[in-house]
């Protein structure tokens, strides 16, 4: 919202105030001020000039040659393009070396072999108005040769105000409001304004039905004699400074009295509203064309303002293009009324139409307003136009009551909730010039609410706090220690997981943390055939094919992937996260929310000659198994997942879980092959990617295993390799407890390091090479010992169908 | 001098003159060779006096275990020389840079939310959770913004259903009513975390963005003690003293409620980051509305209460200079490593 300080001055003596210094009290006192700006600025530099003469330009058939002098010694020679230009006038002249709106400079010129040293100024070219049909012709007793800002008083700062931080201030949508605020901070007293109602004729008040509990009040006055044309210079200028654009007189009065008092009105042409006022809502969808020219979708419970049957403007947000103020007629209605705020403000809201007019009737205008801004409007009309007649009396209907009330207020509540000593004086003293009358009282007082602040600004105590806090400023708040028992919080066990998840992933995983959207585009899971899973959807995405809330973390991280690789040959990406999944059972309708861990790692395939060890699948696990190690919890089983996941390479998927059928704590897999392209990794990004998701409420409720101290062994223990050959469907699993079968609990550190397949061992056949040690705690081992490990191993893998390699 | 002495002598001289090993051999030989001068003294003993023959040999030995011992000594000199020699001449490029070391990273909304934490579980504040898929009740009704209020349009709701019963959460302020039906007062609790809302993307502005709710309950909390905790806070994120101060900010769960503004961490006359104010307006705050206390079944004629919502991701935006809010949940991995 942008506010004129000369407008504001009109109602509060701002005498020896700095704009700046008014700008940084509200800021501190009432609302946010966003900027502040001079009015016109280039007008401080075009001037006054006196037509000398006018002659026919020698070349040119519509073009004038004038003499104007500016209040230097010899008048310039200016060619004007303009009808109206004639000598004896006074005129806004830009010199050579003005600038202009636009970034125009005025230059010396030849105009059709003539020179020009300026330019006389249309109303428009000085973005003062629209009018461009002439040069504008200043009032003759303006001073020739001071800038027009001077002579006409239009020197004026502009402040822009947050409207945001006015939301639950109706009074302030009006300047006399923020005035009154400015009088309270500054303690100044409001000027008068004449705000009783007019008199009028004899003739019976307009016919106004009021058939909708939405319209609390409307209130309309007959106006005859009105004439067109433009409002007076004043109140255009003060107009434009606070934004709006000029229009015609009594729009322009219209726009004023709103502006002035923070009242809506609207001014219809008599002979648009034959049948008199019906206000009520529309009882069925219709169309109804805006006076912007929008044709608009109305629904059964919009508010309209009906005259005989036809709706003619939308209550309180717009009239109707049919009932426009007409340049005809000399008879206008005058409507003042007050709206419900939730019923504007859901039409606007629906229709996308936000007006002057919607934006303050939502904030619940106080219903004694209107037949004090009508009485303005009157005032201010026939000031301007001494010949307006009232001839009726004034319509004034609907079922409204005054909203002042009363509040009780200690002085004990408010130097409590503020942590401030204030006296009660000085409390009842800020209370006072805010407008808030006390009675008297030892401590405690019964605070009148005037209407205007009552309708749901101050309602209770604590907003009276606020009003003695903000007048006395919060700065001067002495700063209070919190004092209280502090025990330690309770011990928050998932952060406390997330926490170790984290740090070890980022160390010795190596891995980069991703924080990403909670929303996943329908392209990329639509790539991961996931589209059919249901979704917790939101229905006004910031884009088409975005309203997906995840339902799992995993998704994200395979989107950026592909960018990922483009950066990284060994890509390592995880994320901890929230994923939604839609639970029609629950209650309340909130969806099942899930704790995750996503991880996902890339690099190009292992050369065929690497270790056998060397794919993305197995150093993921690693991952995974030594940071369930790190989170102590006990070991899962690990088996092939028989419902692997859409994105999941089939036979290369496998499922940890706690217990043999406890439901799963991690899904491990390869990525599928033509996901995996269908994600870009394709050419130059083709690549080795595992991923994996780990339900976090899982880990979280796992049986711990505390990882404990075992001592260091005191006799040495014997290192040695075996290799076992065996058939290729034989797990390594089998092979491992078989050794440590063999062992009888000696042997340790069993290691797999190899595992091959090649023509010597035969078709189907594969050889596993592992180190161990075996070790005891008892005594000290000897070959012998090793012989016997290594016959009961042969003999246990013999009867496995394996065999033990003797080199 | 005698003759042994001046044997000696010469023949020390001669190893001091040693440069290389080679010349060392060489006295060696010389001396005590099989026709060295010490050879020389022992032969020409058996020509001498008997009475002289004694101290002739023990003589001769003197100087030939002196000589060796002169050797010995300067043979380890000229090995130490060398090897220091050898070692000097090995040029190393100091500008060699270190062998990659591979690191993971932790994103920057993460380590700003632990320092956070941290700082507020240190002064006793619990921290909390709250689902980013919130119910209407909790997002506004419970926190004063009835349907139809004008602040609902301030907040650019994602809704999850056409009747608005569920929306993506606007702000972290939902988890204020959790709190009080969680807790007994009085309490403190922050509640760090993603929200949402429904607007066109630019360098600024972000659907996702990462907040903080922070929220005291107790008896007679004042305004006083919300500025003293928001200095506090400051102290902690900035490390140091910062001047802050409160001007009037509307949010119906609070009442009085405020925007804190702190002075600009990085310029003394306004930068770009204040917009040339000397200020930044850093997080909204105020004392919680009996209504709102009400709704989490606290009796706000005992208890009172203050509350705050720290914009994380601005405060990580500030931390590191980052000038695109986009790069937070892009996931670029160019900007990821930089942490």
């Known amino acids: 919202m942008l506010v004129s300080i000369k407008w504001l001055g009109r109602h509060v003596d701002l005498e020896g105030l700095k704009p700046e210094q008014i700008c940084e009290d509200l800021t501190l006192s009432t609302c946010e001020v966003e900027g502040l700006e001079p009015f016109a600025p280039h007008m401080a530099s075009v001037r006054v000039g006196e037509v000398l003469s006018r002659e ?37 002249v830009a010199v050579v070396g003005t600038r202009l709106p636009g970034d125009f400079k005025i230059k010396k010129s030849k105009i059709r072999g003539v020179e020009s040293r300026g330019m006389i100024c249309s109303v428009r070219e000085l973005e003062l108005g629209d009018e461009h049909d002439g040069i504008w012709v200043l009032p003759p007793d303006a001073q020739v040769g001071t800038s027009v800002a001077e002579a006409l008083d239009m020197e004026d700062w502009v402040i822009e105000i947050d409207n945001k931080s006015l939301t639950h201030r109706p009074d302030l949508w009006g300047v006399r409001g923020l005035a009154a605020e400015l009088g309270a901070i500054y303690d100044r007293p409001l000027k008068p304004l004449d705000l009783t109602l007019p008199e009028v004729g004899a003739d019976p008040a307009f016919d106004v039905r009021i058939e909708t509990p939405a319209c609390s009040r409307y209130m ?32 322009d009065l219209s726009n004023f009295v709103m502006l002035d008092l923070g009242q809506p009105n609207h001014v219809f042409d008599l002979a648009e509203v034959p049948g008199g006022i019906v206000v009520r809502e529309a009882s069925e969808a219709c169309k109804f064309t805006t006076l912007d020219g929008e044709e608009r979708a109305l629904q059964a419970g919009d508010m309209l303002v009906c005259s005989a049957e036809q709706p003619v403007a939308l209550a309180g947000i717009m009239g109707g293009l049919d009932s426009r103020v007409g340049e005809t007629g000399s008879r206008r209605l005058l409507e003042v009324a007050t709206f419900h705020p939730a019923t504007v403000r859901r039409t606007s809201s629906r229709l996308g139409l936000r007006t002057d007019s919607s934006a303050r009737f ?180 910031v884009a088409a094919g975005m309203s997906r809330v995840r339902r799992a973390v995993l998704p994200s991280l395979l989107g950026l992937l592909a960018e990922g690789r483009r950066q990284s040959g060994d890509l390592r990406l995880f994320e901890v996260g929230k ?86 704590l991690a899904r491990l897999a390869d990525l599928h092959p033509e996901v995996a392209v269908a994600l870009g990794l394709e050419g130059e990004l083709a690549c080795d990617v595992a991923v994996a998701e780990v339900s976090l409420d899982q880990a979280l409720g796992a049986p711990q295993e505390a990882s404990g101290y075992r001592p260091i062994p005191r006799f040495p223990g014997v290192k040695l390799d075996v ?63 090793c012989a016997k490990f290594l016959d009961r191993l042969e003999r246990g893998l013999g009867e496995s169908g394996a065999e033990l390699r003797r080199s | 001098m005698t003759d042994l002495e001046q044997i000696l002598s010469e023949a020390r001289a001669k190893v001091a003159a040693a440069t290389q090993a080679e010349s060392l051999r060489a006295v060696d030989r010389e001396y005590l060779g099989k026709e060295g001068v010490v050879a020389g003294l022992l032969a020409a003993i058996p020509t001498l006096e008997p009475s002289e023959r004694r101290a002739a040999g023990q003589g001769a030995n003197e100087v030939k275990t002196a000589v060796l011992e002169a050797i010995e000594e300067r043979k380890s000199a000229l090995a130490r020389e ?28 993460t380590q700003v939310t632990r320092e956070l934490e941290d700082l507020f579980t240190s002064m006793g504040y619990s921290v909390l959770d709250g689902p980013e898929v919130e119910l209407d ?112 900010g509307y949010f119906p769960f609070v009442e009085p409620g405020f925007e804190l503004d702190a002075r600009c961490p990085f310029c003394e006359k306004g930068c770009s980051v204040c917009k040339r104010t000397t200020w930044i307006e850093l997080l909204p705050c105020g004392l919680v509305h009996p209504n709102v206390l009400r709704m989490g079944g606290i009796d706000p004629d005992e208890w009172s209460g203050f509350a705050f919502g720290l914009g994380l991701s601005r405060l990580v935006m500030l931390r590191y200079g980052i000038d695109d809010v986009r790069h937070l949940l892009g996931g670029d991995l160019r900007f990821l490593e930089q942490f």
Request: aromatic share 6%; glycine share 8%.
């Open chain 1, 579 to 664: 994923a939604y999944v839609p639970n029609p059972d629950a209650e309340d309708g909130q969806p099942t929310e899930r704790h995750e861990l996503a991880l996902a790692w890339a690099k190009p395939a292992a050369a065929a000659d690497a270790a056998f060890d060397d794919s993305r699948l197995l150093h993921l696990r690693g991952a995974l198994q030594d940071l369930f190690a790190h989170l102590e919890i006990e070991a899962p089983t690990w088996t092939l997942d028989d419902q692997p996941p859409s994105w999941a390479h089939p036979a290369r998927a496998l499922v940890a879980r706690l217990g043999d059928s406890g439901p799963p």
């Open chain 2, 82 to 109: 060398a090897l220091s020699a050898q070692l000097s001449g090995e040029g190393f490029d100091p500008t060699l840079p270190g062998a990659a070391q591979r690191r993971g990273s932790l994103h920057p909304i």
């Open chain 1, 362 to 541: 939502e904030k619940h205008l106080d219903p004694t307003l209107p037949s004090k801004a009508l009485a303005h409007f009157a005032h201010l009309l026939t000031q301007w136009q001494p010949d307006v007649r009232l001839p009726a009396a004034i319509s004034d209907c609907g079922d409204w009551t005054d909203p002042a009330m009363e509040i009780e207020l200690s002085g004990d509540h408010v130097r409590r909730a503020l942590g401030v000593d204030l006296t009660d004086d000085a409390i009842r003293s800020i209370l006072e010039r805010l407008g808030l009358g006390c009675t008297e009282g030892e401590g405690t007082w019964t605070v009148a609410i005037p209407s205007a602040r009552a309708t749901k600004d101050l309602t209770i105590a604590q907003d009276l706090v606020e009003e003695v806090g903000r007048i006395h400023r919060y700065g001067n708040v002495p700063e209070a220690a919190l004092i209280a028992d502090v025990v330690p919080p309770p011990v928050d066990a998932r952060r406390n997981l997330v926490r170790r998840v984290q740090d070890r992933l980022a160390g010795s995983g190596q891995m980069h943390e991703v924080l990403s959207y909670s929303f996943q585009s329908d392209d990329l899971l639509e790539t991961l055939g996931w589209t059919t899973e249901p979704h917790v959807e939101v229905i006004n995405p």
């Open chain 1, 220 to 251: 309309g006055l007959v106006l005859d004699n009105v004439q067109g044309g433009p409002s007076p210079a004043w109140m255009r200028h003060l107009l434009l400074a606070a934004g709006q654009r000029p229009i015609d007189g009594l729009v």
């Open chain 1, 56 to 92: 026919p330009h020698p070349d040119a058939d519509k073009l004038s040659l004038c003499q104007v002098a500016v209040g230097e010694e010899e008048p310039l020679q200016i060619v004007c393009g303009a009808p109206n230009v004639d000598a004896g006038q006074k005129v806004a």
């Open chain 2, 137 to 248: 009740h909790y997002n506004f009704e419970a926190l004063n913004i009835p349907v139809d209020h004008p602040a609902r349009d301030s907040q650019d709701t994602f809704f999850c259903d056409p009747e608005g019963h569920l929306v993506m959460r606007t702000h972290t302020s939902p988890v204020q009513v959790r709190a009080m039906e969680q807790l007994e007062p009085p309490f403190r609790a922050v509640a760090p975390g993603k929200v949402f809302r429904q607007e066109t993307t630019d360098a600024s502005h972000e659907h996702t963005f990462h907040q903080m709710e922070g929220l005291v309950v107790g008896k007679d909390i004042s305004v006083g003690h919300l500025i003293g905790a928001m200095k506090t806070l400051l102290r902690g994120i900035f490390g140091r003293d910062l001047d802050v101060r409160l001007r009037p």
């Open chain 1, 723 to 785: 290799a076992v050959l065996t058939a290729e469907e034989t797990h390594a699993g089998d092979v491992q407890a078989l050794i440590e079968k063999a062992g009888k609990g000696l042997v340790r550190d069993l290691e797999l390091f190899d595992l091959y397949r090649g023509e010597s061992l035969g078709e189907g056949r594969k050889s596993l090479a592992y180190h161990l040690q075996l070790q005891s705690d008892k005594r000290t081992l000897s070959d012998k010992d």
